[in-house]
């Protein structure tokens, strides 16, 4: 029965659908042309008779292939999910029915828009195979801790908590992190007047009584193997032992290393004892403990200190960091509190250019420090030299725009934070690719392959490079705003300030999230099921052995490094690290991967069976390719909003731009489309594509689909690219109408037959 | 009263701040500035005076005392409260411009020919003579204020209104010999004398 297909079609005639389309002429060419099985139509598809008509034909027909044409893919997916079925969406609502203007001069044209959408699915769920599930899967719920700083004690609790075994690898002699140095924390609660307790100790005894979590320090990894719910870590002690262990997930919580201020000589360092940084006040305060802190260099008590912000930070000088840390602001307050409740006739001042206190207490906390007498003078220091018995701190004052100098006993440079983020892998030689065009970037001819810089976190045994890519300034990260704890690598969650500056409390939350993506991917591995975005995607790329010409493109351009290359320099796919975005498949140039419900033919099919009509109708064809995370949803809310486009195109989603095989592009040109307009996500710097580099690489593809149109003989405004938003609701439709300008334009193709 | 000023400048040698704090009227409120500018901003005078409450509140932090003292900025604010109202901070913005002229006029150093300083004073002895304001004086004291030749001619520029206010019972001749006063102008003396004292131990106290 499973390898004998067999298509039902069903087409709804709900939502208006029946009113506006003749059905059964639908019903007709899905039974005649597509040659489905079975053809239903119903009046509601969507209902609870709808469904179970479906199901019944799947459990008493075997109906192993179901289309459904009726709304969006997007629409509905509770309903129309089954088990033991391959599922294609015919979208005749958004796709044609909310798109189309209800007259009788369009209904020819909205007629044959159907008809094709109807087509397509059938033929779609031909070349689909009902996903399997992955034979590799295993469940291995102990999770790997790196770092046992605030954020990385916070991931193990929580997913102790949560009843999966932790072991923590803290590089240092004892837990705690930086914050272990704190003499106290910016306030957490209401009213954020005071510095508070840092809490560090109490949550070192925490993870050492929980029997969940065992601890191992002085230890650093040596090796990490394998995929998720199946990693293999060495722990190397520094006594030299290692223990290996397996584990499911891994969360890095590698935390920062203070900015070395030797590189500030201008504000004083290293010239005067009496200038220090923020991290070393807190030893001071520590050592004071309550009591009147004294200066370093003769023991007087101070008094007077001033603050110096963004020393070193948000500026582009060689050496600075040009990123804000985002805590050094609140930890001056609370360290100007230091002094301020000890001795309130102790003249504190903080010299700020922008004075940022982020969190739900911050503006409170500030207030306090203003309360407490704390002085706040909105200036830039220049220089902080020794003058009489103490410090001279010269500054322009911003406000009044003028030279000022101000005295101080003690000065406490605001240094940042820079990343443990390991190794930057990507400054790594990409391998040659071989092939056609024997691409090799020359300026990355300078650097040897193997050559990294740093030293490495997580000592990773990817083909890709030993630790996780980073995406600025040294911090890994995936998405800042929308997928905030997804780094490029399968199961491995950043967390705490290696992904993002934080301080203790933004920590704590942190952790607490990467600690669930952990759980979550512990538990998506064990079924072989996708991570984010495609949770719970059972399929996973294949490939055809001996049609592979070992070109190493799609070991290359994955973007979560889930293929390496066995002995014989195959791809190998550790399915459990794959996302299914599919940019292995868009990048094949013999087309040999394809995932079961997801393939060069499933696509490419749809796109040879759009009726084609000849040059003489003036009935253009327009193929848009739609990326299904963002380009697709904005189509939809086009729709929603009846918006009108035009009636020639054939739009089919797609798991990424970056899946995108430019044979279809090539076959659809072939077949006598008119034009192409391809919609991936926002690329670069400040990208939206779910799948990190897919848009990227779909670009940077697609600004070489010229040459096949030049060598097609036909005009390059037939192929456009773009980079699509999921609020472009207005652009997007009109994009498509552009398209339709431009071949009333340039007329026809000349490939109709 | 320079002799205040003086005493106050050895007191306070390096906090004007604190200074501030302890002698002007809701002087308190000045730490708590956070330097938006949005009271500048607001201020339908901003672009005419020297320097705007936001600077005014740096230059106090910055202990530029005689600078704040004698400048005729906060003399220029006319009360129409935009920027209390939209201070973020809720700072009493328009209070803290008087106290600090007030202030500043105590000590003796304020700008001596302020026109609003000036007429505050007017309206001052005016009203507290008799408990009452005596408008057809205060008038013609205003008009007289710089001298007299310019007083003749502000006079007679607005005679026609001061002749149709008469006609319609808006203003009485009789007002010029005594004029009406409260109920008891002794008390009301005593009262303020007091004030007076308090005012000034306070400043001692300092």
């Known amino acids: ?753 | 009263m320079s002799d205040a000023n003086t005493a106050m400048v050895e007191k306070y040698r390096n906090s004007f701040l604190k200074e501030v704090e302890a002698n002007v009227e809701e002087g308190e409120w000045v730490k708590m500035c956070m330097q938006c500018g949005v009271c500048s901003g607001s201020c339908p005078f901003g672009p005419h005076w020297a320097h705007p409450p936001q600077e005014l509140f740096m230059m106090i932090r910055a202990g530029k005392r005689e600078e704040v003292l004698t400048s005729d900025s906060m003399w220029m604010c006319t009360s129409c409260y935009n920027c209390i109202v939209r201070c973020p901070r809720e700072l009493p913005i328009t209070h803290i411009m008087h106290g600090l002229a007030n202030y500043a006029h105590r000590l003796g150093i304020a700008p001596k020919n302020q026109p609003t300083r000036k007429f505050a004073k007017l309206f001052w002895e005016n009203l507290t003579k008799k408990g009452r304001t005596n408008e057809l004086k205060l008038g013609l004291s205003l008009y007289f204020m710089n001298g007299f030749g310019d007083g003749v001619k502000t006079s007679l520029k607005m005679k026609d209104i001061g002749l149709g206010m008469l006609k319609t019972k808006r203003m009485n001749v009789g007002e010029m010999w005594g004029g009406h006063a409260c109920k008891d102008t002794n008390g009301l003396h005593a009262i303020l004398k007091k004030a007076r004292e308090i005012e000034d131990a306070k400043m001692q106290k300092f």
């Not at chain 1, 909310?98 to 059938?122: C, K």
């Not at chain 1, 837990?175 to 560090?200: H, M």
């Not at chain 1, 203070?258 to 940084?277: F, H, I, M, R």
């Open chain 1, 1 to 753: 029965m499973a390898d004998e297909i067999k298509i039902g079609a069903y087409i709804c005639k709900g939502c208006g659908l029946g009113d506006r389309l003749d059905t059964s002429g639908l019903a007709t060419i899905a039974e005649r042309e597509a040659k489905a099985n079975i053809v239903r139509e119903h009046e509601f598809l969507c209902n609870a008779d709808g469904v179970a008509m479906i199901q019944n034909d799947i459990d008493t027909e075997g109906v192993n292939r179901v289309a459904i044409c009726a709304c969006s893919r997007r629409a509905k997916t509770d309903a129309f999910s089954f088990e033991n079925a391959a599922i294609s969406r015919g979208n005749l609502r958004e796709g044609v029915l909310w798109v189309r203007p209800d007259t009788d001069e369009a209904q020819e044209t909205t007629q044959e828009m159907a008809a094709d959408y109807v087509r397509m699915a059938v033929i779609e769920t031909r070349f689909m195979t009902p996903p399997s599930g992955n034979e590799e899967a295993r469940y291995e719920n102990h999770i790997l801790v790196v770092g046992g700083g605030i954020s990385g004690m916070t991931a193990a609790l929580e997913a102790s908590k949560a009843g999966y075994p932790v072991s923590i690898v803290e590089k240092g002699a004892q837990l705690g992190g930086n914050a272990a140095n704190f003499y106290k924390r910016i306030a957490e609660k209401s009213p954020y007047a005071d510095p508070e307790s840092t809490g560090v100790a109490e949550m070192i005894q925490a993870v050492e009584a929980d029997d969940n979590i065992s601890v191992h320090l002085n230890s650093t990894l040596t090796r990490t193997d394998g995929a998720p719910g199946r990693f293999s870590a060495d722990i190397s002690s520094e006594s030299g032992s290692t223990k290996t262990e397996n584990f499911g997930a891994i969360i890095q919580a590698s935390g920062f290393t203070p900015y070395d201020a030797n590189q500030l000589p201008e504000l004083g360092y290293g010239k005067s004892k009496d200038v220090v940084t923020q991290m070393e006040l807190e030893a001071l305060a520590k050592a004071a403990d309550g009591g009147p802190i004294k200066r370093p260099s003769d023991g007087k008590e101070v008094q007077s200190v001033v603050f110096v912000q963004c020393a070193g930070q948000r500026s582009q000088e060689e050496g600075h960091l040009p990123y804000c840390s985002g805590h050094c602001c609140l930890t001056s307050i609370k360290q100007a509190m230091y002094f301020k409740d000890q001795n309130p006739g102790i003249d504190t001042n903080v010299i700020y250019t922008d004075l940022r206190t982020p969190g739900a207490g911050g503006e409170d906390f500030y207030r306090s420090g203003q309360t407490k007498g704390v002085t706040f003078t909105k200036g830039q220091v220049s220089e902080v030299s020794a003058a009489g018995d103490g410090l001279s701190v010269k500054f322009q004052d911003l406000i009044l725009n003028e030279e000022a100098a101000e005295q101080a006993d003690l000065v406490v440079l605001a240094t940042g934070m820079v990343p443990n983020g390991g190794v930057d892998v990507e400054s790594l030689t990409a391998p040659q690719v071989e092939g056609e065009e024997g691409e090799a970037a020359p300026a990355e001819e300078a650097q040897e392959q193997g050559e990294f810089k740093g030293i490495s976190v997580l000592n990773l045994t990817y083909r890709q490079g030993p630790d996780l890519p980073q995406l600025k300034y040294g911090f890994n990260d995936s998405h800042f705003i929308c997928f905030p704890y997804e780094t490029r690598r399968t199961a491995i969650y950043t967390t705490g300030p290696v992904r993002r500056p934080m301080d203790m409390q933004q920590a704590v939350e942190d952790a607490t999230g990467a600690a669930l993506k952990a759980i979550q991917a512990v538990e998506n591995a064990g079924k072989g099921r996708a991570a984010h975005p495609r949770s719970g995607d059972l399929s996973f790329p294949s490939f055809r052995k001996d049609g592979c010409t070992q070109c190493k493109r799609c070991t290359v351009e994955c973007p979560f490094g889930a293929i390496d290359e066995d002995e014989e320099r195959y791809p190998m796919f550790n399915e459990a690290r794959c996302r299914r975005c599919g940019t292995c498949m868009g990048a094949c140039p013999v087309r040999v991967i394809s995932f079961e419900n997801y393939s060069v033919d499933t696509v490419g099919q749809q796109i040879k069976n759009v009726d084609m009509p000849d040059e003489f109708d003036e009935k253009p064809r327009i193929l848009v390719l739609a990326c299904e995370n963002d380009a697709y949803p904005a189509l939809d809310m086009a729709a929603m909003n009846k918006t009108e486009y035009s009636a020639f195109a054939r739009v089919i989603p797609v798991r990424c731009l970056g899946s995108v095989n430019l044979i279809w592009v090539t076959d659809a040109l072939n077949a006598g489309y008119d034009g192409a307009v391809l919609m991936g996500c926002q690329k670069g710097e400040n990208y939206q594509c779910h799948f990190v580099k897919g848009s990227e690489m779909a670009h940077d593809r697609m600004s070489k689909v010229d040459d096949t149109l030049q060598s097609l003989n036909l005009e390059p405004e037939r192929v456009a690219t773009y980079e699509i938003a999921i609020t472009d609701v207005e652009r997007a439709p009109k994009l498509i109408n552009d398209m339709a300008e431009t071949i009333e334009k340039i007329g026809m193709s000349p490939f109709k037959f």
